[in-house]
């Protein structure tokens, strides 16, 4: 049974950085997509942050950001830990959101609220 744990969320003033956490269970980090999507009320979910699972030859991966946060996220992963992370820098109100990890395009966890006051 695949499980994701996500945490870190929390209330943050503009300019201010928090890491969101997502511990699985049931998956290996390491070898799975793993991704964090957002969704602010009213709107759609959308993608954030992937990262691919590491290539069977070169142990390599890639990472892929949206236009609106890219040079501020960064997603990262502990395979020892099997943890995904997003580290969230120079935050915008426009970052409120429920934050949600995603893996092998299949699971989700139960999501952390972000919100970013001006």
């Known amino acids: 049974q695949v499980q994701l744990v996500e945490s870190g969320g929390g209330l943050v003033q503009a300019g201010g950085s928090l890491r969101l956490s997502c511990a699985a269970s049931g998956i290996s980090v390491r070898w799975s997509a793993m991704a964090w999507y957002r969704q602010a009320p009213g709107k759609e979910r959308d993608l954030v942050a992937s990262i691919t699972g590491d290539a069977i030859l070169t142990r390599s991966s890639t990472t892929n950001y949206a236009d609106s946060v890219k040079g501020r996220f960064t997603i990262s992963r502990d395979n020892a830990k099997n943890t995904v992370y997003l580290q969230m820098n120079s935050l915008k109100p426009e970052d409120t959101a429920v934050y949600y990890c995603?893996?092998?395009?299949?699971?989700w966890g139960q999501g952390t609220q972000v919100t970013v006051s001006s």
């Open positions: 995603k893996a092998s395009t299949t699971y």
